[in-house]
């Protein structure tokens, strides 16, 4: 099969949505032919958007932005429901994955239900979409084995979707945490991140806590 992996994410670097496709795409790879298309840098060329119309199977990766998706894959999207009524050449599926920075994996259901209605519109069978919760811990928990610890329903659930997509299967969809306390997940938040990037940028802890 053709296999497009969008990475959907505004970073240029470390994003946990290239975190998420790099842990994907190995257990995919074999006897596929692989794409992959950066929205971070520049938009798509048509030559690009054709190529989309060609594949297989899409598999979009992305972070939640105010319980939907960013804006520059939303243009994306918009743009490439037209080329696929227009040049779509066989039946393609959808797969999402998405991460959002609450610790609720829940969080990404609306998010999801666009994904859904972006394929009905475009006549693309939606297969299945991930939801990741405390999707900013991943960055640092890179030396964990993926199926190990906080990653475990991660690592459970990857091996599903990679299973849906080799035979470009439809299956419920999962929406989960990380196996971590929330309320060590929130300490870890609020000082090894929040107070320590205010640190670096001349704040103190009353600064974050003001209100205007």
Not at 65 to 90: Q, T
Request: charged share 20%; glycine share 10%.
């Amino acid at each position: 099969m053709k296999i497009a992996l969008i990475n959907g994410s505004p970073k240029v670097k470390k994003s946990n949505s290239a975190i998420m496709l790099g842990i994907l795409e190995p257990l995919i790879r074999t006897g596929h032919e692989i794409t992959t298309y950066h929205l971070n840098k520049k938009p798509l060329t048509p030559e690009q958007y054709r190529e989309l119309c060609r594949m297989d199977v899409l598999v979009i990766a992305f972070p939640l932005y105010v319980d939907g998706i960013p804006s520059h894959l939303f243009r994306m999207l918009v743009a490439l429901e037209e080329y696929m009524k227009a040049e779509r050449e066989g039946d393609i599926y959808v797969y999402a994955l998405i991460n959002n920075g609450f610790y609720e994996g829940q969080q990404n259901h609306i998010a999801l239900e666009i994904i859904q209605n972006w394929c009905s519109r475009c006549g693309l069978h939606f297969g299945q979409g991930l939801g990741q919760g405390a999707g900013e811990m991943m960055g640092f928990l890179e030396k964990v084995p993926v199926g190990r610890g906080p990653l475990k329903n991660l690592g459970r659930a990857m091996q599903g979707l990679a299973g849906n997509i080799h035979s470009r299967n439809v299956d419920e969809s999962m929406l989960f945490s990380p196996n971590f306390p929330r309320f060590a997940w929130k300490f870890s938040a609020t000082h090894s991140f929040w107070n320590a990037t205010a640190k670096k940028n001349g704040l103190k802890k009353k600064d974050i806590l003001r209100r205007l």
